[in-house]
């Protein structure tokens, strides 16, 4: 089973460029999350879809950030325009739930993103 | 606010054993998760618990105590390749969404 893959793995932007962050979460899962970690902070919680749904988006920071998933299938977190807080360690994590127990979600490796 | 406490590094010896706490404070509480996290990788996950006390895997036991908002990860005969940071997450709410403390460095030596 592939696992949940982002892309690019590495992003240098300058401040007020755009840039889009890509995952593809494990065939079938419905949940999608993203998660960002900030100069080796807490991993913090931007957003839940369930399937194309945006089911919880309580953790994006401002309108600078857009997420999508067309479909229910991949994910895409668009910044734009981009500042130097922005800097971090983006996460994917997808999940599929059976009954009331959730066996934990699978993350992707994360895209670094550095705004210079 | 929400909030996990958790040590920020920690060092031990191959083949000893290692116990990582984890303290929260949240609005809700539906269970513990532990993760693991190698350099440049992935975390995965480790376990989780939902009610009071110990579950084993392999090497790796959590355990919980909801009256005191407590749970730690132990680590049993250590190997370098534990070295790592270990997250823990607590599940808040029926969303599944995790809030995730700061992380432990665990630096295993010779």
């Known amino acids: 089973e592939a696992g949940v893959t982002q892309f690019p793995s590495h992003s240098v932007i300058e401040k007020g460029q755009t840039v889009t962050l890509r995952c593809d979460p494990i065939?079938?899962?419905?949940?999608l999350y993203w998660y960002r970690r900030v100069m080796g902070k807490e991993i913090k919680f931007l957003l839940h879809?369930?399937?194309?749904?945006?089911?919880?988006e309580s953790g994006m920071p401002n309108n600078r950030f857009l997420a999508e998933r067309t479909g229910g299938t991949y994910s895409t977190l668009k910044v734009q325009p981009a500042e130097l807080e922005d800097s971090g360690v983006y996460f994917c994590?997808?999940?599929?739930?059976?009954?009331?127990?959730?066996?934990?979600?699978?993350f992707g490796s994360g895209t670094r993103l550095t705004v210079v | 606010g929400q909030s996990l406490e958790q040590p920020s590094e920690v060092t031990a010896v191959e083949g000893a054993i290692v116990q990582i706490n984890c303290t929260y404070q949240?609005?809700?509480?539906?269970?513990l998760s532990w993760y693991q996290q190698h350099d440049g990788g992935a975390p995965t996950f480790l376990s989780y618990?939902?009610?009071?006390g110990l579950e084993e895997t392999g090497r790796f036991s959590s355990f919980l105590s909801r009256s005191d908002s407590y749970g730690y990860l132990l680590l049993q005969e250590l190997q370098m390749k534990d070295s790592a940071s270990y997250f823990c997450?607590?599940?808040?709410?029926?969303?599944?969404?995790?809030?995730f403390g700061s992380g432990t460095r665990l630096l295993v030596r010779p």
């Open positions: 994590a997808s999940s599929q739930l059976l009954g009331q127990v959730p066996l934990g979600y699978t």
């Open positions: 065939s079938g899962h419905d949940n």
């Open positions: 879809f369930v399937k194309e749904s945006k089911q919880d």
């Open positions: 949240t609005s809700g509480f539906y269970g």
């Open positions: 618990n939902a009610l009071d």
């Open positions: 997450a607590v599940r808040v709410d029926s969303s599944y969404k995790l809030i």
